[in-house]
């Protein structure tokens, strides 16, 4: 055989057989938002299943090519490219909560990772074959390193210029009304609700679904904001320092809105107090002719000394000194009523939405369609028709089958709030859930109190992930909760199939939390 085909060969089977572990490299990258940082975390987490996994196989590699007297390179070829086989049919089968997104930066990524593993496997011909298979499914993790540095430049500069071209466009339209919002939880349930409430009576554009990074801002404005448009909603999300002061300055709301702060990503921020200097941004960079929106149920914000002079406005469902504060609210199947006192006079709302932040939510919108001269008694009307969010404490009929869907990207007091909106369900009340995530040191603390909290709220308790809520099921033993109204399963697919077969019509299943493939480790 010629060297030319030998080489082809080697290229072929290693190629095929990294072709897995580059894919789940690349996914990982990408949900860790394409930070070094924090895809380290995931490739180093000690319970790394993907990772540590392939290391069985590596040792058999090793194994063999040590006893192999001969033809010891055309067997581990032969061994490794069954492997591949093996890996890439497993894989075209596994379900991903959040599959790998091919963009077009995804795109120059795989042709730099093809490169750099091409390369090295021409290169590695010197090495025994057995070797380079052990080096090969290694190096497929860890090649990022070197092409995130390789297409960072290229990266940037496309980020700069759409960027640039983004800032020009929000800045010359001076009659646009911008509206910042941010928080640690309930900015996109609130982004919604504020966009039912005024798009009645205003042209407006909301950032979709969580496009609240500067990337995801820059394609809204570029490709979705018109000259029609008189009003722009938008989400602005932050997990470390910075975040926040780089959107104010970037789109440069005149209105801004904190709806919670609260112990979310403290794997990046570090700290509580971190947290709470970097959402009050969006009040603090308002211009003064601006107004600030604030939740002032939240300890984080009603203690907080806001440094700037513009127009604050409160809202409330328990401290009842702020502006627009909810009284007699009442919660059914079919959502949620409650009063405001607005200028002296009383109004009486009703909305399908279920939950007390979803009321502070509303208050909120109230407050902003208020402020942009929209008739009380058509805010009224408006609130009524807000749609449910979806994966919000969304309520849903599957196969005959009453669920809440809380399931995306649980909090403590969301989760808190959530068990509290299933404890008024009637008949049998089941939460399924994996838990809380990124929460850093005190991520054990919070499942905990979770676990507890579930004492007379659930009747039965289904655990996704074994390892993943350890926490939650100490908690549950601890709070004296009967254990055998208790299931721990592997996977979500389990967790239904226990609900088709076991659950009727009469009874509620709460969905609390997703499980992002970074974390599920």
């Not at 959502?335 to 979803?358: A, Q, R």
């Amino acid at each position: 055989m010629s060297e030319f085909l030998i080489d082809l060969l080697y290229l072929c089977v290693f190629l095929g057989l990294s072709f897995v572990y580059v894919k789940q490299a690349l996914q990982m990258f990408q949900q860790n938002h394409y930070e070094l940082y924090r895809y380290s975390k995931w490739l180093f987490h000690k319970n790394n299943v993907r990772f540590s996994k392939t290391l069985v196989f590596i040792i058999v590699i090793l194994t063999i090519g040590t006893l192999l007297k001969f033809e010891k390179t055309i067997i581990v070829l032969l061994l490794t490219l069954a492997f591949a086989v093996y890996e890439i049919y497993q894989e075209s089968k596994r379900v991903y909560v959040k599959d790998l997104v091919v963009t077009a930066r995804v795109k120059r990524q795989i042709i730099v990772m093809v490169i750099l593993l091409s390369l090295f496997i021409l290169l590695g011909r010197i090495l025994p074959v057995d070797i380079l298979a052990a080096l090969v499914i290694v190096l497929s993790y860890l090649l990022i390193y070197p092409m995130a540095l390789i297409t960072l430049p290229i990266e940037e500069g496309i980020k700069n210029r759409y960027e640039s071209e983004a800032r020009s466009i929000l800045a010359s339209d001076y009659r646009l009304i911008k509206i910042g919002i941010t928080g640690s939880y309930g900015k996109t349930s609130t982004k919604n609700i504020i966009n039912d409430i005024i798009a009645e009576n205003k042209m407006t554009l909301i950032t979709p679904a969580s496009y609240n990074t500067p990337m995801g801002i820059t394609r809204t404005v570029r490709e979705m904001l018109k000259p029609i448009h008189e009003v722009f909603v938008c989400e602005m999300g932050a997990d470390k320092v910075g975040d926040i002061s780089y959107l104010m300055d970037f789109v440069r709301p005149r209105y801004g809105v904190v709806t919670s702060i609260g112990p979310q990503h403290l794997n990046t921020f570090h700290s509580i107090d971190n947290i709470i200097k970097e959402k009050m941004q969006e009040i603090e960079m308002l211009p003064l002719d601006g107004v600030g929106f604030i939740n002032l149920d939240n300890e984080y914000i009603a203690s907080y000394p806001i440094k700037n002079r513009c127009r604050i406005v409160s809202v409330g469902i328990e401290n009842e000194n702020a502006d627009l504060f909810a009284r007699n609210i009442s919660y059914s199947k079919e959502g949620s009523s409650f009063d405001v006192t607005i200028d002296g006079e009383e109004y009486h709302f009703k909305t399908s939405l279920l939950g007390k932040h979803n009321i502070t939510n509303i208050l909120l919108g109230i407050a902003i369609a208020k402020e942009l001269g929209i008739d009380m008694k058509q805010i009224v009307r408006n609130v009524s028709g807000i749609r449910q969010v979806e994966h919000r404490l969304e309520v849903k009929k599957i196969n005959g089958l009453t669920f809440i869907d809380d399931a995306f990207n649980s909090n403590p007091v969301g989760s808190k709030m959530a068990l509290d909106v299933l404890s008024l369900m009637p008949y049998r009340r089941v939460i399924v859930t994996p838990g809380m995530i990124d929460l850093g040191e005190k991520e054990d603390e919070i499942n905990y109190s979770f676990g507890q909290y579930m004492l007379n709220k659930a009747d039965i308790v289904i655990l996704v992930g074994e390892k993943q809520t350890r926490k939650i099921l100490e908690g549950l033993k601890d709070s004296g909760y009967p254990e055998e109204n208790i299931l721990v399963v592997k996977t979500v697919r389990e967790a239904f199939a226990y609900i088709y077969a076991n659950m009727n019509s009469n009874d509620t299943i709460l969905l609390e939390n997703d499980l992002p493939d970074a974390f599920n480790v």
